[in-house]
């Protein structure tokens, strides 16, 4: 027994000695080697310290004295130490190489898990005690853990949906690093040979620059392209018309979105971020334009066509322009045909680029302006004849010319001519003669009959001018007689029997009379 724990002794000092010259704490060896030497003097240890543990156990049962070995007891704390620093130094070199292999496409997926296992790598290099950190494994697996630390928020930048080809083709040409991103086996090992960590911000700035060209992308589809695709345009009634002829219901929706959409793209133009949209971005901006001119375009002949349609389509205007209806009847046909076929396309866009449309609009609005031009003049004319047509809006004086041919139909639109007359009376057998004239006075009605009864016959300003011309003679005449009644008659009788503006005439009269 004596023998084998001198043996030990010995062997023990020995080991020492060769692990202090040969062992993982050498200074200057590489890692990889202080690890291989490491695991070869942990066997080594594990043999002695089982026979120590033989042998003091034999030493009890022999009441030996218990032999120390001090020796043994440094070294088992040396390799304990270095344990700590090699197996997290192991872990993290397995665990990246097992990284190495993971495809690119499964990234995404691993990156959260990659990333908390890296931190809690760095967490446990921390705790490592002080006097490891010379170590240059230590040194190697704090810059590794560091490094990657640094590294995968790049690969999560890269990894994302946002980044497209020609942002993989910067950073080839950044870092000068062949990276095969679009080979089915691209995986990490692979983006890990290019220096990513060198060229750091110029990865990040491509980064958030892809995020921010996938909004302008997504904003310019899904906001712009996208809406234009289903927009339709409504094709109303008009009046008398049996097929939709008319922009309606939505149109004002539709200018108003076009008008947003080309503010819209101004400022997706603006941006440095829209280099690689700008081209179509240019596109829609000129497609928006185009058809917001076509739109434009198209509002102001309808504004024309519907002032002029029931002008020239029907009443007696028609007929006293007889070229100028002429020509409505042709733009009218053209306008019909296009808005059937707009009513058939509906879409906006088709509908607005459509070469009949465009073509055809300009034509249209020249011909509708030579006709309400030619109109104009006309209704100049009518008012030279009959200035009180001054008192009218054109509307009004369109129905009423419309309509002269047949002076009942005149009634309702005295009062607009002639600030005193409500109505008048035609007579009973010639119902074309006016005899009396009339007027609201509160809750009464006056009438005045005219000397010589007007015939309504021939153009409606001839025959009014007449009509004025006969009021104005009767009403000079009534005013005479009163003025010679009301020194004659009793004031009550007189007042009664005359219009009470006439009343009044006469009663200044009475008044200067009996008090100059």
């Not at 156990?57 to 020796?71: D, K």
């Not at 990040?204 to 695709?229: C, F, P, Q, T």
């Not at 829209?274 to 509002?299: A, G, Q, Y």
Request: hydrophobic content about 40%; aromatic content about 10%.
């Amino acid at each position: 027994m004596i023998e084998k724990v001198n043996f030990l002794v010995d062997d023990v000092t020995t080991f020492r000695a060769d692990f202090v010259e040969n062992g993982p704490g050498v200074p200057g060896i590489e890692p990889k080697v202080a690890l291989y030497r490491l695991k070869m003097f942990q066997e080594e240890f594990l043999i002695r310290d089982r026979k120590y543990h033989s042998y003091h156990g034999g030493e009890i049962l022999f009441g030996l004295p218990n032999q120390q070995y001090p020796e043994l007891v440094e070294t088992k704390r040396e390799i304990e130490l270095f344990d700590k620093l090699y197996s997290l130094y192991s872990k993290v070199k397995d665990t990246l190489a097992k990284w190495k292999d993971i495809k690119w496409s499964e990234i995404v997926e691993e990156i959260k898990n990659m990333t908390e296992t890296i931190e809690q790598f760095s967490k446990d290099c921390t705790k490592l005690p002080g006097q490891l950190k010379q170590w240059a494994a230590y040194k190697e697996l704090k810059q590794e853990i560091d490094d990657m630390i640094e590294i995968l928020p790049l690969v999560e930048g890269l990894a994302k949906d946002s980044i497209r080809n020609r942002h993989w083709d910067e950073i080839i040409e950044i870092t000068k690093e062949d990276i095969p991103y679009q080979e089915e086996s691209f995986n990490f090992d692979q983006l890990m040979q290019a220096p990513l960590l060198k060229f750091k911000d110029d990865v990040e700035d491509i980064s958030e620059r892809a995020d921010k060209e996938l909004k302008l992308e997504k904003s310019l589809h899904n906001d712009v392209i996208l809406y234009w695709e289903d927009a339709e345009l409504e094709i109303n009634m008009w009046k008398g018309i049996d097929s939709p002829c008319i922009l309606g219901g939505n149109i004002q929706d539709i200018i108003e979105k076009l008008e947003e959409h080309m503010m819209l793209l101004n400022q997706f133009n603006a941006v440095r971020h829209v280099k690689p949209f700008k081209p179509l971005v240019i596109e829609k901006m000129t497609l928006i334009s185009d058809v917001s001119d076509t739109v434009e375009r198209w509002l102001k002949v309808q504004t024309l066509w519907t002032n002029l349609v029931s002008v020239f389509m029907s009443g007696d205007i028609a007929k006293q322009m007889p070229t100028e209806s002429k020509m409505f009847r042709k733009i009218h046909s053209q306008w019909l045909k296009i808005m059937e076929r707009a009513h058939e396309g509906k879409n906006v866009i088709k509908v607005c680029t459509n070469d009949l449309l465009r073509n055809s609009l300009g034509g249209l609005q020249d011909g509708l302006e030579i006709c309400q031009k030619k109109l104009e003049n006309y209704l100049d004319a009518k008012k030279m004849i009959f200035p009180r047509f001054y008192f009218c809006s054109n509307d009004d004086l369109l129905k009423i010319l419309s309509v002269g041919s047949d002076p009942n139909m005149v009634q309702d639109d005295f009062e607009k001519l002639f600030a005193a007359i409500n109505r008048v009376r035609f007579d009973d057998t010639d119902r074309r003669l006016i005899v009396d004239i009339f007027q609201i006075m509160g809750k009464f009605e006056e009438c005045l009959t005219l000397q010589e009864g007007v015939h309504a016959e021939g153009n409606i300003e001839e025959w009014l001018v007449k009509l004025q011309n006969e009021m104005q003679r009767s009403v000079r005449a009534v005013a005479q007689r009163g003025c010679q009644d009301c020194f004659s008659m009793a004031l009550k009788d007189f007042c009664g029997a005359y219009q009470s503006q006439i009343s009044i005439l006469s009663s200044l009269l009475l008044f200067s009379k009996y008090f100059p």
